[in-house]
């Protein structure tokens, strides 16, 4: 069991609030600081410490480090709409970048040194080869992706000039719930809720946007990785930072499922009909997008407990048929 403190931004979100699950049942102290802006306070583990507020407000963060002692910050909260990130990127480089900053400083000026961040495949862009390797190129196809990838290279002059020690995960496609915690974003762009939302009966279809891609089926591949699985690898940074130095790694299953694969596996699970609607293709949606997790497991040990597509919509399942709606 563990003592330290650990300070979760964003866990009143999806992934945060079932990684702040998953420290505090190992016995860390974890004190959520979450704005609410897509969060929900009914999402926060009731054993955490929740601090409303927003990560820019450097007031707020000066008081919370200095009444904490804080070993590490899991950093979370962001804009995370792809589809909303060009033609509105004021806000995303403001919370991605700006407060994310004040967030370092705060933690270089009361001596938290440590820092796990979410970042995510979108750095890629279309990829030239897959399984994608951390040392492909990056080439973000929006304003998402790259101030994901700006960060990246903002916590690499962090640590080679102040030390400050880094672990970033490029998440895959997140997918999957616990018995408690699941994924209720507002707007929701994930393939899985919204495929879900027809057996539930809030939606008559779903939309599939391209079967003309070079795929097995002619819909994109993606690579889905269950949130418990990307709960454990942040436990991993957390215990190995020491041994290991600031790196970048990928989360993802190492196979690819099509968007066609997924609606079958949900019709199983659900036992339920799920009208496909065909839409043209989206700009920047890359056929496949599968990662190579060989160097996280390698360096970090990490073994991923959901391979199967079948048991992460089974647990998705689950929890959206008891919670019909979401945290509302
Ligand atoms: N869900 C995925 O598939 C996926 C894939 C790749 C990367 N990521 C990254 O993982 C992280 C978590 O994603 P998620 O799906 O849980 O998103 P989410 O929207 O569910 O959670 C983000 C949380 O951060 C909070 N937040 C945002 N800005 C804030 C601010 N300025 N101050 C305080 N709180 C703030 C929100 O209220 C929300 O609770 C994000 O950084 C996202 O970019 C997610």
Known sequence: MSEKTILVTGGAGYIGSVCTELLLTLGYRVIVIDNLQTGYLNAVHPKAQFVKGNIGNK?????LFKSNSIQAVIHFAAETLVTTANTNPQSYLRNNLVRSINLLDAM????????????????????????????????????YGDT??????ILFYYAKAYGLKSIIFRYFNAAGCTDLYGEAHDPETHLLPLILRVPLKQADNINVYGNDYDTRDGTCVRDYVHVSDIANAHVLALEKMQQVKSSIYNLGNETGFTV???????EKVTKCTIPVVNKPRRVGDPA???????????????????????????????????YRSGYG
């Open 108 to 143: 270089l000026e009361y001596g938290c040194h440590q820092i796990v961040f979410s970042s995510t495949a979108a750095v890629y862009g279309e990829p030239v080869d897959v399984p994608i390797k951390e040392t492909h190129s990056t080439n973000p196809l929006n304003a």
């Open 148 to 153: 994901k990838l700006m960060f990246e290279k």
């Open 260 to 266: 066609q694969e997924v609606i079958a596996t949900c």
């Open 288 to 322: 496949r997008l599968i990662a190579s997790s060989e160097k996280v497991r390698r360096e970090l040990n990490w073994v991923p407990i959901y391979t199967d597509l079948e048991a992460i919509v089974e647990s998705s399942w689950v929890w959206h048929s008891r």
């Open 59 to 63: 007031s707020l963060l000066a008081r």
